[in-house]
């Protein structure tokens, strides 16, 4: 009988965007696997991309279960549903371990694995309490972490700080760092052919400036920052690939601010985009290791990122505090001033 381990994240995107090498490796190593997710959340996804999400997983024979998390750290009574839900699934399916990601379903699966002994592996994508973080995200989730990590296997960490905090104060029986997910540099490498492609698909002239960000449009992104940041700024147009609930507040604040905006939501071709692009800003306020950023340096796109945890392993140049609109605009200024060699410098 084949060993069956289960993958679970609080969406399903989250495993679709992150988890499928993880999948195929322990498929390889002989092990049945299941996915658990909430597979009705279209936060991230459309209901299209959720469902040839399923038909993947199901041509792989990973069997797809719905477990209604949700990403509300204050839905109580549905953490609670979904404890109950995560026990019995664990009891039935008795797991050789679970590997678990993003914060809520990862507590929620912890306290399921520790009721019913199962081994887990919790990777953290980034802490919500970090260098910098607001007082209340400590006061929730550091004692959560801390307290769970005493049924924690082993603990990936994917940034050096978080690494650096887990290993000194937290409880789980390993601790690992692994910089990241990784990035496929067979597909995303430069292709001077993308750029002609997409640029007439958006009407965008071919001496004008792309500023490229990818990501969910949410508040944490803090795109509307640089919306505000390059206002007057000639020649630019801001592209933002992603789906979020942002979308309209940020046309409106490029409309008040004079600013080329466009959103052309969720694409599968990404890569195009970082081609035909010619600076790529990442100006989130929290990440982990962020996956879009690894990818626009495989592409060899210059990067101007905020001075946050993650980031800073990575990008030692065009650094910028994320709240900040002047330098946001210099950090800007400066990578299309240097983008050839600081393009350059990322492809080595």
Not at 180 to 191: L, R, S, W, Y
Not at 209 to 223: A, F, Q, Y
């Given at each position: 009988m084949a060993k069956r381990v289960l993958m679970v994240a609080t969406v399903a995107a989250t495993i679709g965007s992150f988890n499928m090498n993880n999948i195929r490796i322990l498929q390889d190593l002989g092990y049945d696997v299941d996915v658990a997710a909430d597979f009705t959340d279209v936060s991230v996804w459309s209901?299209?991309?959720?469902?040839?999400?399923?038909?993947?997983?199901s041509d792989m024979s990973v069997e797809a279960i719905q477990l209604d998390f949700s990403r509300n750290p204050l839905k109580i009574g549905k953490h609670t549903a979904s404890y109950r839900e995560a026990v019995r699934l664990l009891k039935d399916k008795q797991y050789s371990f679970i590997h678990t990601h993003t914060p809520i379903a990862s507590a929620i699966m912890r306290l399921a694995a520790h009721k019913t002994s199962t081994k887990v592996i919790y990777t953290a994508h980034g802490f919500h309490f970090y260098d910098g973080a607001p007082l209340k995200n400590w006061i929730i989730f550091y004692p959560v972490e801390k307290f769970l990590s005493r049924w924690t296997d082993v603990l990936i960490t994917i940034t050096k700080e978080d690494y650096k905090r887990a290993s000194k104060y937290f409880n789980a029986k390993s601790t690992v760092y692994i910089p990241?997910?990784?990035?496929?540099?067979?597909?995303?490498?430069?292709?001077e052919n993308s750029r002609e492609k997409i640029r007439?698909?958006?009407?965008?002239?071919?001496?004008?400036?792309?500023?490229?960000?990818?990501?969910?449009?949410?508040?944490?992104?803090?795109?509307?920052?640089v919306i505000r940041a390059i206002s007057g700024m000639n020649n630019i147009t801001y592209v933002i690939v992603g789906k979020g609930e942002r979308k309209f507040k940020l046309d409106a604040v490029a409309t008040e601010c004079g600013v080329?905006?466009?959103?052309?939501?969720?694409?599968?071709?990404?890569?195009?985009?970082y081609n035909a692009a010619d600076i790529f800003i990442l100006p989130s306020i929290r990440e982990g290791l962020n996956v879009s950023l690894m990818e626009a340096m495989a592409c060899g796109l210059p990067c101007c990122v905020g001075k946050i945890r993650g980031n800073v392993d990575l990008v030692d140049d065009c650094l910028f505090t994320p709240i900040d609109e002047g330098q946001i605009r210099d950090a800007i200024s400066k990578a299309i001033?240097?983008?050839?060699?600081?393009?350059?410098?990322?492809?080595?």
């Open positions: 209901e299209e991309r959720l469902s040839g999400f399923k038909k993947q997983l990241g997910v990784g990035v496929d540099t067979e597909k995303f490498k430069p292709n007439n698909e958006l009407s965008i002239p071919a001496d004008r400036i792309i500023l490229l960000s990818v990501g969910e449009l949410n508040e944490n992104k803090n795109h509307e920052r080329d905006l466009r959103l052309p939501g969720f694409r599968k071709d990404v890569v195009d985009f001033e240097k983008k050839t060699e600081l393009g350059q410098k990322n492809l080595h």
